[in-house]
């Protein structure tokens, strides 16, 4: 595993990041292919094993249990400074309002078993609240010590630009990492929100790495539960397929080329990009143990190139 600190903080995080929406009581209808607390244990654990310490989280993940889940398994197999938990905010009454943000951070602290997070991360923006008020109510959590980190999730460029603004201009706690919706089929944030990270040196931290297993296989749609019912998934990527499957056959090639799987390939691009941990999310041990062999690919210019070369324009996916 290789270790990397987090935009420009000291928090050392591990270049892969678990996703926790896979965890969670199945009851709460959050996703059919949600596992329950022993089967996300044995998951964290075999995580842990592979020394991945970046682990991502919500307070809306399963109505909350993947939060609780998260936590139990942490305690039992690790000291918490030794990992670095990440959890959001936005979905949820009042969104990104002073009362919700003090309210849903103490629901996630608890459901955690945990005094403080390492990232709190917004999880949309909030066209309601005034940013001056979320971003001032999100500094107090740092001043708290409830937060060592913040983050983002997916915007608009001009959005998290403001937001940053706001918090520099009156002193308070800027944003470290950005949580976006970026893969080799979708690539629309590379126009704006990307540079404006780069150039402030914000940590990329993108969800959908493998864009829900399509960058994983050369066949589009699998026998899965997750592939016959993830809704999100399919509004996001099958309006594209036909011009998306090039791009896929393509990572398929270079797979062959370096005797390594497509996952690697497509991870192995994302590093090359200058992401500092992509989060995947995974129902079985074997992809975790596939995704952490992404460190012995190294692509050179030419088949990034070859990778990129066939992209199209792809409608907004992610931002609000």
Known sequence: MEYINLGQTDIKVSRLCVGCMSFGDP???????????????????????????????????????????????????????????ATKVYFNEGKLSRQAILREIDGSLKRLGTDYVDLYIIHRFDYETPIEETMETLDGLVKAGKVRALGASAMYGYQFHNLQQVAEKNGWTKFVSMQNHYNLLYREDERELIPICRQQQVALTPY?????????????????????????????????????????????ELAQ?????????????????????????????????????????????????FLEEPYVPHKIVGAL
Not at 240 to 249: A, F, G, L, T
């Open 27 to 85: 009851a709460s209808n959050f996703h059919a292919w949600t596992l329950d607390a022993d089967e996300s244990e044995s998951l964290i654990k075999h995580a842990l094993d592979l020394g991945i310490n970046f682990f991502d989280t919500a307070n809306t993940y399963s109505a909350g249990t993947s939060e609780e889940y998260l936590g139990r398994a942490i305690r039992k197999h690790i000291a918490r400074d030794q990992v670095v938990l």
């Open 208 to 252: 959908s790495p493998l864009a829900a297993g399509r960058l994983s296989r050369l066949e589009w749609h699998a026998d899965t539960k997750r592939s016959q019912t993830d809704k999100t998934a399919i509004s996001k990527y099958d309006s594209m397929e036909e011009p998306d499957s090039v791009i896929v056959k393509r990572v398929q």
């Open 257 to 305: 080329k370096h005797d390594a799987t497509m996952t690697q390939i497509a991870l192995a691009w994302q590093l090359a990009k200058g992401v500092t941990a992509p989060i995947i999310g995974a129902t079985k041990a074997q992809y975790f143990d596939d995704a952490a062999g992404v460190f012995k690919i190294k692509l050179n210019a030419e088949e990034i190139a």
